[in-house]
Structure formats: C-alpha cells, structure tokens
C-alpha cells in the first residue's frame, strides 16, 4: 500500500524516515517566514536568499531539539559585505539578523543566480550554541566552504558533528518577493546500508534546486517522489514561524548588563534611553524616571 500523506500549505517542517529507520528526513517549506524576514530586515534579493537559507538551515537543527525551552542560533562570519549573519530556532519559531541587510550584487555570471557566496563571504566561520538548557550550551564551529550555506552546513555536520549529511537549502526571489523558500536535509542513521545511501545519491540532483521544485509541486508530493521506494514515513510535521522572543524585561536585562556607572550616565543625560531589537526591529522607550527606578532595584 502506498502512504498518501496529506496536503497542508504554509510553512511547515515534514519529518520522515526512509527504508524502516535507515536515514531521517527534514523537508520545509519556509516562503512566508523569509517574506517575513525580508520585510523586517528590508533586504536585497541577495540577502533575503542568504538570510532564508540561514534561518531554514538554523530550523532543521531547532525541530531537531528535544526540549521546548531548548534554543539554537547559527551564526555565520564570513567576511562579506553582509557582515555577521545570525539565526535563533527554538522549535519550530525563528529569528535573524545581519549587519547589513541591504547589500546588492550583480547575479552571477555562471548561472544567472544569486551571489549569496560573495554577499556572505566565505573566509570565515559557521558557529552553532545549542542551549539544552544544561550548564553549558553545546558549542560546535568550523570553517565555511562556500558561504552558499547548504554547504557550509552540511560540512557542519559532517565535520563538526560527525553526522554526514545532504543538504539542499533555496530562496526563489521573483518579481521584489518570495515566491517559494524551503530546504531538504537527508541524515544516514546508524544501520544504513550500502543500497540506500547509493539510492540517495543517484537521487540527489532531484533535490537541488529545492526552491524551484517547491514552486512546481507541494513538498509532500515531493516526499513522496523523490523517496519513492524507500519506505518514507511521515513521523511528525512542525508549524514554522518567524518569531521573536524579545520583551521590556529582557530590554531592561540589556540596559542592566552595559554597567552601573554606564547606565547612571545615561541617566545624567536625562533624555532616556531607546532600544531597538536585532531581530524585528521593535522599539523599547524607558524615560529618565524608569531608568533610575531599574538602577535602583538592581541595587538590591
Ligand atoms: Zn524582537
């Protein structure tokens, strides 16, 4: 009997098993998060692609987590004109931010794409905190490859976690928007045989241009396509969202964290403070008498 898994449209992480447990399966669709992001951030073509890629790699890993207060962020220093790149998951919720969001490049030569390469840079680092809400996060880091992302994860994972992995990561940029943004992520898992990784790979070029064949079909036709004879079980499906975690009480944190004698000089000034986040561009006003109360109670 053949497994018809059910159509649902927006943004929504699939994940399934190939051939009885043999490899694990993230496939998502991200187009209305990264539409998000880009409206946030207002970001070039070039960065709302490097920005979703990040934030759809970043999700893959945050779905895997197993705890509900458990968070990742990816960050990205590659040395290109975007600057530092980061995303925070928690679940199926994500956030990011750049230096620079609105860097243009002319599309590549080669191909006529986006140069999320040479906005991202590629000398550099990708380095990932997982906070498993122990002691200390888990902290893993390696040198970037490409800085086209998909790689530079997949050789994440590889190296600095030694699972080898596929990953195929796309933003199709059309007409000042986002017409279709999501990833694949493909694992081995302990017990996989010769046969199945080599059916993977004979099938990889299916995946790769993962944006395009979710602009052509549903991702769960594309499940059922690309792993047909492979046994794929859809085990659970996560809603994905661009979700930020800011609040006053963690703006008030930040104001607390510059320093006493830092924040007694603002104080001085008498014009307030005003913060704005990273990550959605909300604004926090605090006016000279709150700021005094906030010094006052952290004086306790
Ligand atoms: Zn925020």
Request: charged fraction near 25%.
């Amino acid at each position: 009997m053949k497994e018809q898994f059910e159509r649902r449209s927006g943004d929504e992480m699939l994940h399934l098993t190939l051939c009885g447990g043999q490899a694990r399966v993230l496939l998502g669709e991200t187009t209305r998060l990264v539409q998000r992001a880009a409206d946030i951030h207002r970001a070039s073509a070039v960065c709302t692609a490097a920005l979703g890629r990040l934030m759809t790699g970043t999700l893959m890993m945050g779905v895997m987590l197993k705890g509900a207060e458990e968070n990742v962020s990816v960050t990205i220093k590659g040395g290109g004109p975007m600057g530092t790149l980061v995303a925070v998951a928690q679940g199926g919720d994500v956030r990011c931010c750049c230096d620079d969001a609105g860097v243009e490049l002319p599309l590549r030569e080669a191909d006529g794409k986006l140069d999320v390469g040479r906005a991202v840079g590629h000398e550099g680092r990708i380095s990932v905190v997982k906070d498993l809400r122990m002691k200390e996060p888990y902290v893993g880091q390696c040198n970037l490859v490409s800085g086209e992302i998909a790689m530079d994860f997949a050789n994440y994972f590889t190296v600095s976690e030694q699972q080898p992995s596929l990953v195929a990561l796309g933003v199709l940029v059309a007409g000042g928007g986002v017409k279709k943004a999501g990833g694949l992520l493909i694992q081995p898992l302990p017990g996989c045989t010769e046969e199945t990784l080599s059916q993977l790979e004979l099938r990889s070029p299916m995946f790769a241009d993962i944006s395009r064949e979710l602009a052509a079909a549903p991702k769960e036709e594309l499940a059922e396509d690309w792993f047909r004879g492979l046994e794929p079980v859809l085990l659970d499906r996560t809603p994905l969202n661009y979700r930020c975690t800011c609040s006053r009480e963690r703006m008030e944190r930040a104001l607390l964290s510059i320093g006493r004698k830092d924040l007694q000089e603002i104080i001085d000034e008498d014009k307030g403070a005003e913060l704005s986040c990273h990550f959605c561009n909300s604004v926090y006003r605090f006016t000279t008498e709150e700021l005094r109360t906030l010094l006052a109670s952290a004086e306790h």
